[in-house]
């Protein structure tokens, strides 16, 4: 069975630094690439970043282009999403999905193509 599993949102102040995880189980990091979605309150769900198998090629929606990275731990089954400068904007629930692939080095932000997803993590950005 393939699970995903968020970790890590919490309440940040503006301009703050958060690290948030998804470990993922029931499927290989090799042949599955993993995005990264976020909804803010009455908006609609919107992809922040991607990472493709293996790690090798990430892409970041330009809201967060500079602020957000998106990393990957294969031996602990695991994608990061480290986000700085933190904005108030930056706020809401962030989803991790995966979607299996055989390109390496090509990922979406776009939702339709992900089949797992995780149950989602709070974040908060506010003084």
């Known amino acids: 069975q393939k699970q995903l599993a968020e970790s890590g949102g919490g309440l940040v102040q503006p301009g703050g630094s958060l690290r948030i995880s998804c470990e993922v189980s029931?499927?290989?990091?090799?042949?599955?690439?993993i995005g990264w979605f976020r909804q803010a309150p009455g908006k609609g769900r919107e992809g922040v970043s991607c990472?493709?198998?293996?790690?090798?090629?990430?892409t970041y929606d330009p809201s967060v282009k500079g602020r957000f990275t998106a990393t990957m731990d294969k031996a602990k089954n695991t994608v990061y999403l480290d986000m700085s400068s933190l904005k108030p904007e930056d706020t809401g629930v962030y989803s991790c999905?995966?979607?299996?692939?055989?390109?390496?080095?090509?990922?979406?932000?776009?939702?339709?193509?992900?089949?797992?997803w995780g149950q989602g993590t709070q974040v908060t950005v506010s003084s």
């Open positions: 029931g499927f290989s990091l090799n042949d599955h690439a």
């Open positions: 990472i493709s198998t293996n790690g090798n090629y990430s």
């Open positions: 999905a995966a979607v299996w692939t055989t390109f390496d080095f090509m990922c979406t932000r776009r939702e339709a193509p992900y089949s797992y």
